[in-house]
């Protein structure tokens, strides 16, 4: 059990710098690198990284990664006007602001590419790759606000690469996954291989994205947003009864399997299974940020993580109706802490 | 709200006598009634409705209604020496005692008969059919003891035919379903679907049953009973990685798929989220029974039939690692509230 004493928490302090003023503008880096990495099972291999930074090339480096449907795009750009994956969070004027930090996200491998089958892959074989795209970037060190999966492949870069991670901001992710969650998302893969086994792809993935928004959220949630009542009780012989929170997960499902490819789902999916990484791994001034509706990652688990690092993290366990997806939802307080923890600069650099 | 003030609580007298010795011996009798009945989609239909009943005639009639893959059979006779399905509950020298309880049951409806497609049917339907099966038998009054999908057929029973309504005690189940259960089972249905109709219908089954499993029990259990170590990693472009709770998962699967018909399991799975009775229905004198752990009948939905049945019935909250699938396996708490709550003859008839 570490000590946590004063004087040895006061003795952690981050091994950078953040300048006062930045004196480079803003800019937009985006392309992918070739990289060979070693993966954990795959053996050496020869893969694209794609990859995209915004920010002025001087501001605090922050590798900001995001669920298993999350990638490289964190913030609109003239190139490219969508909003990034989390609204609210990272833009323009919010806590991760691309004129104060060199914001940096990546494309995570897996499922099929043209360097063939990239399965199984795992949260350190994802951490390689942002090593590839840091390098391609000219970035030695960099802060991580890792959400889901990509908390997961934070913990697994400062695993490999501590001399190169500054701070770490971990939401809900952990050390490792836990029985239930494991045993929800191999019914998830089952059913997408079901679907592609039987000539039916869309079909099997649309059902296992469908059973994952049901683990996303909380059942406190459905409950004020849907009315158990069915929308019509069924016609015999020819329609079977249909409820409003089915209408909610088929259409989310459907949205997902035409955007979505079946293999990537399966090899990320399991690459969350897969992932473990050693606790006493965690350095020093992580902020870990847990939801108490969350059971993929319950509060438990990271309390877990927090305990057995012996490095006295700061563990936040917020209040949510939002379940998993609270990461997402919680923005004001997920600002807020962003805020608390990070290093940014003082100014905003235009 | 009711007025549950010392004296309307002791004016609820269960209408029936409880016989000081029978003098009838305990008998079997198991057959079929063929009934005419009025099903609330199907309209009028002639269905048969198997039955099975031990124990003296005279006894307290004791109907005991399990879940969806439940049966008639409550104990072992000369006839089928098998076990029933609830083993250590009812039984020689158990709580539900054949020789102290008349004991009934019935096979649910639903699915593929010989007199067409049931579906879809509810849980008023089934009550329908063990009234008939009690009219077959010449009881007239009887008490219930329901879990699960059985004990939402007893509300449904005390909706409909209050006066041949003795005492309930229900397990595992309330008034309405809630929409993140009602979630999950469409995802559950439309697994069988996907695989009825690519021609993988056990394939479809399996997946639908696993994943029921991990809904019957609770993520505290899973993570005491199961390594979240995968069983191996993997083989690149050969097998998928495979972990020990989804060996788990599959087997149960397997098991029921070899058993269970898809199309039966689709009836009674929907028939669950069309269920809803009338709190104010609920009979003077019931007992509830709910488990901590429990995701798809949670104590708060269970105390909202109790506050607003207006009837004060007594709900008990039990502790348990094991979730829904606690009615099973929390034998000795179980049988305790039992054998405190329903009438039985005082001596063993032999």
Do not use: M, N, Y
């Given at each position: 059990m570490a000590n946590c004493s004063a004087a040895r928490v006061a003795s952690y302090a981050a091994p950078y710098d953040v300048p006062e003023r930045c004196t480079r503008p803003p800019t937009v880096r985006s392309g992918s690198v070739r990289a060979r990495l070693a993966f954990d099972h795959l053996g050496p291999?020869?893969?694209q990284v794609p990859y995209e930074a915004q920010g002025p090339a001087d501001a605090p480096a922050t590798v900001?990664?995001?669920?298993?449907?999350?990638?490289?795009?964190?913030?609109?750009?003239?190139s490219d006007p969508s909003k990034g994956w989390w609204p609210g969070v990272v833009g323009e004027g919010d806590a991760l602001d691309p004129a104060r930090h060199l914001l940096i996200g990546i494309d995570f491998l897996g499922g099929k590419t043209e360097d063939g089958l990239l399965r199984p892959v795992t949260t350190h074989d994802q951490a390689r790759a942002?090593?590839?795209?840091?390098d391609e970037l000219g970035v030695t060190v960099a802060s991580f606000v890792g959400s889901s999966y990509g908390g997961m492949v934070a913990l697994a870069f400062a695993e490999l690469f501590p001399e190169r991670t500054?701070?770490?901001?971990?939401?809900?992710?952990?050390?490792?996954?836990?029985p239930m969650a494991t045993?929800?998302?191999?019914?998830?893969?089952?059913a997408a291989t079901l679907g592609a086994d039987t000539g039916q792809p869309a079909r099997g993935l649309a059902l296992a994205r469908a059973l994952a928004m049901t683990t996303y959220r909380s059942p406190e949630e459905f409950e004020e947003r849907f009315s158990h009542r069915p929308l019509h009780p069924g016609q015999p012989g020819r329609a079977p009864a249909r409820f409003p929170v089915e209408e909610y997960l088929d259409a989310r499902?459907?949205?997902?399997?035409?955007?979505?490819?079946?293999?990537?789902?399966?090899a990320l999916s399991e690459s969350i299974d897969l992932h473990r990484t050693r606790p006493v791994s965690l350095p020093p001034d992580t902020l870990l940020v847990s939801f108490d509706t969350d059971a993929?990652?319950?509060?438990?688990?990271?309390?877990?993580?927090?305990?057995?690092?012996g490095r006295c993290p700061r563990h936040v366990t917020v209040t949510s109706l939002f379940g998993h997806d609270a990461f997402l939802k919680e923005v004001d307080q997920v600002a807020s802490l962003?805020?608390?923890?990070?290093?940014?600069t003082p100014e905003v650099v235009r």
């Open positions: 291999r020869t893969v900001v990664l995001g669920g298993i449907s999350a990638g490289r795009h964190l913030a609109p750009t003239t942002v090593a590839a795209a840091l500054a701070r770490l901001v971990i939401l809900c992710a952990a050390h490792r996954t836990h045993g929800i998302r191999s019914v998830q893969r089952a499902g459907a949205d997902f399997a035409r955007r979505f490819d079946i293999e990537r789902f399966v993929l990652v319950p509060p438990w688990l990271v309390d877990e993580l927090a305990t057995r690092s962003l805020k608390a923890s990070l290093p940014r």
